[in-house]
């Protein structure tokens, strides 16, 4: 996929958007991209518990001529920039960018974050490795290749969970984990490190 085709495909989603900022998103390597995936149960104590619309997020990586999203989605993998706009609700995009200071770290940054393709989703959302979750791909990749946390983890006690204490039985059981350390996407926005560079709808 071209840079053209992508700036297509990201103007069409922008248009009829009231909240857009921008006509135009040229993606490069390292950019940090967010979107509200397709509701379900899961999808919507994600948004709620963090009182945000991003549900997912991915790296941007370059893939022959075009782009794609390397991403924590039933498992770590890449998925072509235009598929992956095109899964999220009304192919809404926030892309977020390194600031200068650290473009350099670019390269390690997303060489981190290989080191974990093929491992499973975590519907969990722990900290060890042994699944992967959206937002934890990024910053464990981040972390690795600076030595800095890319944005805030937050334990679940500070989000706003007690709507949502139902799903979380049932995937947790009896105990509703109130320590668990995350990394939420909304955190990732966060983060100092990003500057918000496009955002086509919201």
């Avoid at 009182?51 to 001529?65: A, E, I, M, Q, Y």
């Amino acid at each position: 996929m071209t840079t053209r085709s992508v700036l297509a495909v990201l103007f069409g989603a922008a248009v009829g958007c009231s909240a857009s900022r921008h006509v135009s998103y040229e993606p490069r390597e390292g950019d940090v991209v967010f979107q509200s995936l397709p509701r379900c149960d899961l999808v919507d104590a994600i948004e709620g518990a963090t009182k945000s619309p991003f549900s997912h997020c991915g790296l941007v990586v370059g893939r022959g001529d075009g782009f794609a999203v390397l991403e924590a989605f039933h498992d770590v993998h890449e998925t072509p920039l235009d598929e992956w706009v095109g899964r999220g609700r009304e192919r809404a995009v926030a892309a977020f960018r390194l600031r200068e200071e650290w473009s350099t770290r670019i390269p390690a940054f997303v060489s981190e974050a290989h080191r974990f393709l093929g491992k499973p989703y975590d519907v969990h959302y722990a900290f060890d490795d042994d699944a992967i979750y959206c937002s934890e791909l990024i910053y464990k990749a981040f972390k690795a290749a600076t030595g800095e946390s890319l944005g805030s983890t937050q334990r679940l006690s500070e989000l706003n969970w007690p709507p949502f204490e139902k799903l979380i039985h049932q995937l947790e059981g009896p105990a509703v984990p109130l320590d668990r350390e995350m990394i939420t996407p909304q955190a990732l926005a966060d983060a100092t490190q990003l500057h918000e560079i496009y955002r086509s709808c919201w």
